[in-house]
């Protein structure tokens, strides 16, 4: 891709994110050009559209500031994107609708970067090489573009945290680690991106641990009111995290709350083939009470020596409203550690030959790198999948 072209959008995004409410208007002004000019798009989307114009400009935003890096890495994401995006029934004339108003919407942007033919191709160019490689995977996929699925268990493990299963109408490949979007029947067009909590299996059978977010549109839902017996749709996976056979490094897993799933998904299979790297999983919440799964890592933790779970939360005691069993701790594991878990994670050395995963809030996310940054660890030894 033509780096000078790279240059310009990404200035000219840049000159946007300046302005105070810059992002959130250029997605409103996208979606009101996209809708009014092609309006059967609109029923791609959910009427709330609030948390859609922040995925659009979080995805924008994410693809740009990566193009130069490591074009290899952004294409293989944008080509599972597009096989994502085929469960909407999107075909490539609406790849074109999406690009002109995109277009549209960056120039008549009130910024104090100039519009000029220049910036307009560059903005075209970059978008073609987008659109190309997400219909190109698009097309070339031969596989469902969804799969329907059956729930056949619900198991509310505390009042906001829920363990669905489901079996898929016909198995699915993924790699443990990575994410799909789900859609349940009572939040139709509300996509929402969950983790595997297992690896891919014959049987078809996928679990998602699920936190109630206060204020969400469909996590409460999930958590409270899903039925066995009620058909869900889940698209193709998504996401780069997974254990690299490549380079033979030992593991670092940090996760937090129900973002244990993707590492759970991984350490459940790495039992299964027999593996000889060391993995140091730190299994973090603010409350004793968070660490919702602990037992199932504590019993992995004894059938393969090669695992160490270290339980971290930011509280010594539960909450005074948490009436619940407290988790029992198993001769031989590790003790469990107060503080925030960036903290106590880097307090242990610079895990500098470590392959480092991070699974959690983007807050968690951050502080973290900035801990483990500020301990020496080299950031490229550091994987985390995109925030939105």
Not at 9 to 31: C, E, H, M, N
Not at 204 to 211: Q, T
């Amino acid at each position: 891709m033509d780096l000078q072209a790279i240059s310009l959008v990404r200035s000219s995004f840049k000159a946007i994110a300046a302005v105070p409410d810059g992002p959130q208007t250029l997605s409103r002004s996208f979606y009101a050009l996209l809708f009014a000019r092609y309006p059967e798009a609109r029923d791609f989307f959910p009427a709330a559209m609030d948390e859609q114009r922040d995925r659009l400009i979080a995805a924008v935003e994410y693809v740009i500031e990566r193009l130069e890096e490591d074009s290899g890495q952004i294409l293989a994401y944008l080509a599972q994107l597009g096989r994502d995006h085929r469960k909407y029934g999107i075909e490539d004339a609406h790849y074109v609708a999406v690009g002109n108003s995109l277009i549209a919407a960056v120039e008549q942007f009130p910024s104090t970067e100039p519009w000029t033919d220049e910036l307009e191709q560059a903005w075209r160019d970059v978008l073609a090489v987008v659109a190309a490689t997400m219909m190109d995977a698009a097309n070339a996929e031969s596989g469902p573009p969804a799969w329907g699925a059956t729930v056949i268990e619900h198991l509310q493990v505390r009042k906001d945290v829920s363990i669905i299963r489901l079996q898929l109408d016909e198995p699915m490949t993924y790699t443990a680690g990575q994410f799909v979007s789900v859609q349940v029947p009572s939040r139709p067009r509300m996509w929402r991106y969950l983790s595997p909590a297992n690896p891919a299996n014959d049987q078809g059978v996928i679990e998602f641990h699920v936190r109630r977010v206060s204020g969400g549109w469909v996590s409460p839902a999930v958590v409270t009111q899903t039925l066995v017996g009620e058909r869900w749709v889940v698209g193709s996976p998504l996401g780069d995290l997974g254990i690299r056979y490549d380079n033979g490094r030992d593991i670092l897993m940090i996760g937090s709350g129900t973002g244990i799933a993707p590492l759970r998904a991984q350490i459940l299979q790495m039992s299964q083939r027999g593996q000889d790297r060391r993995v140091h999983l730190f299994f973090a919440g603010r409350y004793p009470c968070d660490l919702y799964d602990l037992g199932t890592l504590w019993a992995l933790a004894e059938q393969n020596p090669w695992l160490t779970v270290v339980p971290v939360t930011e509280e010594d005691q539960d909450p005074w409203w948490y009436t619940g069993p407290s988790s029992v701790a198993i001769p031989g594991m590790h003790r469990r550690l107060t503080g925030k878990v960036g903290q106590v994670v880097a307090d242990f050395g610079t895990w500098a030959e470590r392959d480092i995963q991070l699974v959690g809030s983007e807050a968690m996310i951050n502080t973290t790198k900035f801990r483990l940054h500020a301990a020496g660890t080299p950031p490229e030894n550091i994987r985390h999948d995109p925030s939105y």
